[in-house]
């Protein structure tokens, strides 16, 4: 690569005259591609956020009932689209003077200080990312073999054997070179959400109105201390359902200048959220009342192993949550690929060049294959991901966004701004940590069952 090709990639991934430009390392050159239009941000926003963990928004539900259920569910996307537009506007006034962040802990490094950027910002967002994609993995894993049960339901391949299966799909997924070559794979994601919420939705109508419908109870916990911690647990999972984590590399994808980008593509992830999570809360929680499963597709089956709709309607949705799962656990590998590459890749050689392709290959493949033993000697993960997710997705989406905003543009005390901020730190805050409480309780309780490599 030429000198004045590296200019203009420099000046394409930061938007600013190279003079003012940090230095990219390959990191940053080579998956963090500054090409995308809004509606690329919007498809990236949409897979990471409109994803099957909406599927559990029925248990949510059942623990707080339909009052607090729906205003919790408002309020979240309320705060969250909030939130990620105000850590959007902070990346734009630094783009604005010249020193435009790719990254969440570059944005954490240049607003709240070294200190911060790594040893918490980091190694958080790290930890999030990663358990995303374990957590994904083994979800797949998890669909696969349901699909193979409604077709055998006496077959005796194990889950971690489907999980296997799944990650070696991931492993060709890995290799999309950069956030931005993911658009068209993040577009058909947001069709495939809409698609099995729209099954989801119309499979609980139908059960509800079907003679094998069950009975119907809505209401609460009778015991205190299992009202309290259900409520936190339902509340962690809302959140994290509506989490992210990867604001900053998603802004990153967009072709200077970024102005109003982010701000488009949230309203067609958030317009997507809206038609999807709801209608799956909802309709799931009507159906189904405190019976709701942790996935609401696994009431779709009656205890003897019959599906309550019909079979190619169940198949259908499995195929179609399976399919965006690996669309979701491609998007939250990013993180972990740019420090592969940022670690491992010669910025100086070119992106396809034998010297870079062959150590990516290597070490996405060695990432992959970690998460891939990972979730299938783990099959209990998803008590471990709500603790991930309370001590991670609660603080990078609902506290940093208001804490770095105050920092950079300093609002009056005395302004509405200020402590709109500060009432939402505050407030998920505490959140946070009752949350982390009571993921952590869950699985104490649920220690008695766990078993490495357990088919579950």
């Given at each position: 690569?030429?000198e004045?090709?590296?200019?203009?990639?420099?000046?394409?991934?930061?938007?600013?005259?190279?003079?003012?430009?940090?230095k990219?390392?390959?990191?940053?050159?080579?998956v963090?591609?500054?090409?995308?239009?809004?509606?690329?941000?919007?498809?990236?926003?949409?897979?990471?956020i409109?994803?099957?963990?909406?599927?559990?928004?029925?248990?949510?539900?059942?623990?707080?009932?339909?009052?607090?259920?729906?205003?919790?569910?408002?309020?979240?996307?309320?705060?969250?689209?909030?939130?990620?537009?105000?850590?959007?506007?902070?990346?734009?006034?630094e783009?604005?003077?010249?020193?435009?962040?790719?990254?969440?802990?570059?944005?954490?490094?240049?607003?709240?200080?070294?200190?911060?950027?790594?040893?918490?910002?980091?190694?958080?967002?790290?930890?999030?990312?990663?358990?995303?994609?374990?957590?994904?993995?083994?979800?797949?894993?998890?669909?696969?073999?349901?699909?193979?049960?409604?077709?055998?339901?006496?077959?005796?391949?194990?889950?971690?054997?489907?999980?296997?299966?799944?990650?070696?799909?991931?492993l060709?997924?890995?290799?999309?070179?950069?956030?931005?070559?993911?658009?068209?794979?993040?577009?058909?994601?947001?069709l495939?959400?809409?698609?099995?919420?729209?099954?989801?939705?119309?499979g609980?109508?139908?059960?509800?109105?079907?003679?094998?419908?069950?009975?119907?109870?809505?209401?609460?916990?009778?015991?205190?201390?299992?009202?309290?911690?259900?409520?936190?647990?339902?509340?962690?999972?809302?959140?994290?359902?509506?989490?992210?984590?990867?604001?900053?590399?998603?802004?990153?994808?967009?072709?200077?200048p970024?102005?109003?980008?982010?701000f488009?593509g949230l309203?067609?992830?958030?317009?997507?959220?809206?038609?999807?999570?709801?209608?799956?809360?909802?309709s799931?929680?009507?159906?189904?009342?405190?019976?709701?499963?942790?996935?609401?597709l696994?009431?779709?089956?009656?205890?003897?192993?019959?599906?309550?709709?019909p079979?190619?309607?169940?198949?259908?949705?499995?195929?179609?949550?399976?399919?965006?799962?690996?669309?979701?656990?491609?998007?939250?590998?990013?993180?972990?690929?740019?420090?592969?590459?940022g670690?491992?890749?010669?910025?100086?050689?070119?992106?396809?060049?034998?010297?870079?392709?062959?150590?990516?290959?290597?070490?996405?493949s060695?990432?992959?294959?970690?998460?891939?033993?990972?979730?299938?000697?783990?099959?209990?993960?998803?008590?471990?991901?709500?603790?991930?997710?309370?001590?991670?997705?609660?603080?990078?989406?609902?506290?940093?966004?208001?804490?770095v905003?105050?920092?950079t543009?300093?609002?009056?005390?005395?302004?509405?701004?200020?402590?709109?901020?500060?009432?939402?730190?505050?407030?998920f805050?505490?959140?946070?940590?009752?949350?982390?409480?009571?993921?952590?309780?869950?699985?104490?309780?649920?220690?008695?069952?766990?078993?490495?490599?357990?088919?579950?």
């Amino acid at each position: 690569m030429g000198e004045s090709e590296k200019q203009e990639e420099n000046q394409n991934n930061n938007g600013a005259a190279p003079s003012q430009s940090p230095k990219l390392d390959a990191g940053a050159l080579f998956v963090l591609k500054s090409k995308g239009s809004w509606l690329h941000c919007g498809y990236h926003l949409t897979t990471s956020i409109v994803a099957p963990a909406l599927l559990s928004l029925p248990f949510a539900m059942a623990a707080l009932g339909w009052f607090a259920g729906v205003i919790f569910l408002f309020t979240a996307a309320a705060v969250t689209f909030y939130s990620y537009n105000l850590i959007s506007l902070v990346l734009e006034r630094e783009a604005l003077l010249g020193r435009r962040q790719l990254r969440f802990r570059d944005m954490a490094h240049q607003i709240l200080g070294p200190a911060w950027a790594r040893y918490y910002i980091g190694p958080i967002q790290f930890l999030v990312c990663f358990g995303a994609v374990v957590g994904n993995i083994l979800l797949g894993g998890q669909t696969m073999k349901s699909i193979y049960l409604i077709e055998k339901a006496d077959g005796t391949m194990k889950l971690y054997e489907f999980v296997a299966l799944f990650g070696a799909f991931m492993l060709i997924l890995a290799q999309v070179p950069s956030f931005h070559a993911l658009r068209h794979i993040n577009l058909i994601s947001l069709l495939l959400c809409l698609s099995y919420s729209a099954c989801a939705t119309a499979g609980s109508i139908y059960i509800g109105h079907s003679s094998h419908a069950p009975h119907r109870d809505y209401s609460l916990p009778s015991d205190r201390q299992d009202l309290v911690f259900g409520v936190f647990n339902a509340i962690a999972i809302i959140a994290t359902s509506y989490g992210n984590g990867i604001i900053p590399e998603i802004q990153a994808t967009a072709a200077p200048p970024v102005q109003g980008k982010m701000f488009k593509g949230l309203c067609l992830c958030y317009a997507v959220a809206a038609a999807t999570f709801f209608t799956v809360a909802i309709s799931g929680y009507w159906a189904f009342g405190n019976l709701a499963e942790g996935t609401i597709l696994s009431n779709f089956i009656a205890p003897n192993g019959r599906p309550l709709v019909p079979k190619w309607f169940l198949l259908m949705t499995n195929i179609f949550t399976i399919l965006q799962l690996s669309a979701v656990a491609v998007v939250y590998l990013q993180p972990t690929n740019e420090v592969l590459e940022g670690l491992f890749a010669d910025p100086k050689k070119e992106q396809y060049s034998a010297r870079n392709v062959v150590p990516r290959i290597v070490f996405r493949s060695i990432s992959v294959g970690a998460a891939t033993v990972i979730a299938a000697m783990l099959p209990f993960f998803g008590d471990i991901n709500a603790v991930i997710g309370a001590f991670g997705f609660l603080p990078l989406d609902f506290v940093v966004p208001a804490v770095v905003y105050i920092v950079t543009f300093r609002p009056s005390m005395r302004g509405a701004v200020f402590w709109t901020n500060a009432v939402i730190a505050v407030v998920f805050s505490v959140l946070a940590v009752l949350a982390s409480v009571a993921a952590v309780r869950q699985i104490v309780l649920d220690a008695k069952s766990y078993k490495l490599f357990a088919n579950v």
